[in-house]
């Protein structure tokens, strides 16, 4: 669950959002709009740790891509194939 607040308030009670911020992520609202977000630094690491080099399967070798066809999940990872079939994730 997350908690939200205006700019104002967190500005006002910075310390007691920092301590609710390593509890649960903290919304940070201006003029009534999501503006920015307060976590925890252990949270923090663990999203750029998630971050991705894309590269274009044009760049790859046929040798490359045959290896990638051939490739399999690693157990434990099932769970991963539902994002495939989300909106979000669609391809263009």
Do not use: C
């Not at 104002?8 to 910075?14: G, I, Q, R, Y």
């Not at 911020?21 to 503006?35: D, L, M, Q, S």
């Not at 991705?52 to 046929?62: D, H, N, Q, W």
Request: aromatic share 6%; charged share 30%.
């Amino acid at each position: 669950m997350t908690s939200t607040a205006t700019a104002a308030t967190v500005s006002k009670n910075f310390g007691a959002f920092q301590d609710a911020a390593v509890r649960e992520p903290v919304i940070i609202t201006k003029n009534g709009w999501p503006r920015t977000v307060l976590i925890a630094y252990e949270d923090y690491l663990r999203l750029a740790r998630r971050d991705r080099r894309v590269e274009a399967t044009a760049e790859l070798s046929g040798d490359e891509l045959a290896a990638v066809g051939k490739s399999e999940m690693e157990t434990g990872f099932d769970h991963l194939d539902a994002e495939l079939l989300t909106d979000k994730n669609a391809a263009d």
